[in-house]
Nanobody, 121 residues
Framework: QVQLVESGGGLVQAGGSLRLSCAAS????????VGWFRQAPGKEREFVAS??????YYTDSAKGRFTISKDNAKNTVYLEMNSLKPEDTAVYYC????????????????WGQGTQVTVSS
């Protein structure tokens, strides 16, 4: 079993930065694939980025602005978000699975509770 806890959300002005953290408990963290998803009001949950021990994968809107990283010593995955836009406003969720990086929410077995990110214009 894997438990995930997100933190780091908040209110930021457009053009600003935030770093989200996803702390994981459970076994075999180093072999976990962790993904970040987001869901804006009235919209479907969408993939942002994922990371395995060897690969990273980003959605087009995140490339060049967001960076996902993994600290196996701290059992934590980070999502560094720069040049934030109002359209990045959403609840951000981290999710975990074993296997390869994946972009579908249905591919992930474990989910955190989410953290709100609000970008003001």
């Amino acid at each position: 079993q894997v438990q995930l806890v997100e933190s780091g959300g908040g209110l930021v002005q457009a053009g600003g930065s935030l770093r989200l953290s996803c702390a994981a408990s459970g076994r075999s963290f180093s072999s976990l694939v962790v993904g970040w998803f987001r869901q804006a009001p009235g919209k479907e949950r969408e993939f942002v980025a994922s990371i395995s021990w060897s690969d990273t994968y980003y959605t087009d809107s995140a490339k060049g602005r967001f960076t996902i990283s993994k600290d196996n010593a701290k059992n934590t995955v980070y999502l560094e978000m720069n040049s934030l836009k109002p359209e990045d406003t959403a609840v951000y969720y981290c999710a975990a699975r074993y296997g390869r990086v994946a972009a579908r929410s249905s591919d992930y077995s474990y989910w955190g509770q989410g953290t709100q990110v609000t970008v003001s214009s």
